[in-house]
């Protein structure tokens, strides 16, 4: 027997985590391996999760492991220096300070100091509202379940299952969730979690429910006997995936699974499905925490499309203590705001002013041609999920639907939908589109979208696998139900058919041939249909690059799925968080084969759109438009800017910027070019109307620097309104900018603007602007462009010997109105 003599070096104790990972270190070997925790005399097999956390061993408690048996020296040798080196690193600790990718805050909110808890924006907003924990609450339904013969079949089933969708979320999932939905898989598959519920089964008669239950109590209950508050709260590991266990086993118990919201909510939990967040009143959702949820999960991209904020990063454990009370969700900075006081609340009423104003800008614009400043008509569409995002999809100015998720329809189900299902759905969309085309993407089911009622077992490499059109010829019922679904809702307007994750011609040939077979069956039947409908495919797989040629023979268009497409062309999985940051599909690689793609379909006369998230960046599309890309479809809610950038391009300077980006040698190189890409634009008069605010209702500096910034982006004089804003703050920092009578001039010299501007808040009573030169009524700030040489200098030179003058003052703070203030500095000063 060999033994391994330590210190718990676990700050936070043997708690879930770190006792997953123990126990994976031990799994391999043959040998018997016992944990002992010395301080309180208590020992467990160190292959068992569970065992090793009730041992209630905290930070350092004397501790050993014995190893006795066949293989123990091969063991001591791999253990002793995971124990001495790496046992520690287990128990990270939840990010108490922004990642290193957050953005900073702003200055103006900074300032205010407020208490916040970061996480990371997964879809931007700020909203406010009561945070509201979601978790199953009642389990007696449950334990009322009657005892069956079949329970311990049932048991096992329900664990497998179990293990199946955990296994699946960790393919979803970054950060912190990983090694919390590890441990919930090694705790569910100890033989002691099963063995417990057996033994309660077994001794006391109880029906599957009432033992699983009385299992979780057991096990709960020594864990709140814990001196460490944190294995205290560990108890919400084995309620979480006892629930799970239960809701599985018992499907038709609906404890704790409907949402109700009744007020302004931020809602916070481990995750939700699809089914529950259209269930949702938006009217009320304010927000989502959602700890566990995938960046491209489908509640997500719904929440997108909803515009409803999102933060992940976040543990329930850690906003427990907040139920009920009201918080402030920042997606937009990666933080969720609590005990917000009147300033704070200041801060996010005058961002939301602003989102609103630049909001109603972009949508008076929605209506207009996606079209280049030079005449080129682009499309631009939206991706959807459901009928339901249709009306909002066109009301936000999308020109038809590039992509229709039709898996949406098959998910969070016990069964398919049947064929007049689907056509109403379908119908009902193209109703909504009139005239507007509407591509239908046939389900994408299968791989990681697992489906409860189709035999599609568990893969080890679900995106890689058995997925979307490779699944159809074994489910060939289903999916000519869904064909002539999509084809007699066609009738009834401009209807298109794609088809995900080919990569053979064969692939393309054999749906041709069942789509033909369902055209002559309606026909036969004489159901209304359309007669033909054009055909494209997804290009997700890259191998298809090199048989373009062929396909252009056989469909009539191609969208790219760049999100699929990126992590096949580099073999990195984008929810890895070890390899996420080789994710990034503005690479020479990347370009090049879209380029590829697109100059060969163009011969061909086959037209190529993109409908990953790569083509609602619009920090891209500049350059997607210079490749040749023909359509974009992309979130509702990411239209407007969309088009708004759209109409300021000259496609000929995108060509350019395409060309020389393709000759770049790294992604770093081609962020430089997008970086010094400028704008064609109409130059705007240093003074204008839209950037004097008469009242400005702001109680303090801070408000009136951060909304005097925020108006410039809002009036596209700069698409950098926070750099901007730290710009005046740096100056304010070296000296005041007051400079009495009532008036402060805030200036900077900066990159961040775009044309040269001065804007104007006079505010409807004095505030303190940290200065002795006295409280401030009238805010003059002059926003610069780097290249003005001396005119900085002389504009502000003429201000201040004009406010010298009492009349020129008295008549500055007795105008009316915006455009009497105009009229005023026109005629006193010479810019």
Known sequence: MLKIEFICPLPNGLHARPAWELKEQCAPFASEITFFNHRLNQHADAKSSLALISTGTLFNDPCSLEIKGADEEKAWRILEPYIQQRFA???????????ENTRPLPRSLLRLNPTLIYGSGIAPGVGEGQLMIFRPTSLEAYRSQAASVQDSTLLEHSLATLAEQLNLQLSVLDGQSKPIINAHLSLIQDKEFAGNIRRQMAQHRLSLGAATIENMNEVCNKLAQSASEYLRERVSDIQDITVRLLQIAYPQVTAGKVITLIEPTILVADDITPSQFLSLDKTLLQGMVLAKTGRTSHTLILARAAGIPVLSGIETAQVQYLAGEPVIIDANGGVLVTQANDAVRGYYQVARNLAELQRQQQLAAAGLKAQT???????????????????AAFANGAEGIGLFRTEMLFMDRDSAPDEQEQFEAYQQVLLDAGERTVIFRTMDIGGDKKISYLNIGEEENPFLGYRAVRIYPEF???????????????????ARLMIPMVHTLDEILWVKQQLNNAIAALKEEGLRHASSIELGIMIEVPSVCFIIDHFCDEVDFFSIGSNDMTQYLYAVDRNNPRVAHLYNPITP???????????????RNRWVGICGELGGETRYLPLLLGLGVDEFSMSSTRIPAAKTLLRQLDLSACKALATQICECRSGEQIEQQLDQFILPQQSKPLLARENIIIPAPFSRKEQVIQYLCGNLAVQGRTNNPQELEEDIWQREEIVTTAVGFGVAIPHTKSTHIQHSSISIARLPQAI????????????????????????????????????????????????????????????????
């Open 476 to 494: 060939t019922d289903l999916f000519t139900q869904q064909l002539r679904a999509i084809l007699r809702a066609a009738a009834w307007g401009n």
């Open 89 to 99: 690193d287990s128990d990270s600790e939840i990010l108490a300070a922004p990642p």
């Open 589 to 603: 690689s990347f370009l090049r084969m879209l380029r590829q793609i697109i100059d060969v379909a163009h011969k």
């Open 373 to 391: 400043v030079d005449g080129v008509e682009i499309e631009l569409a939206a991706n959807i999920g459901t009928a339901l995002e249709a009306p």
């Open 768 to 831: 303190d602007w940290e200065s002795d030169m006295g409280e401030v009524e009238l805010v003059i700030m002059l926003t610069l462009g780097a290249n003005e040489g001396m005119n900085h200098v002389k504009v502000f030179s003429q201000l201040a010997r004009k406010l010298v003058n009492k009349t020129f003052r008295q008549a500055l703070f007795a105008a009316n109105s915006a455009d009497e203030m105009l009229a005023l500095l026109e005629s006193e000063l010479q810019f």
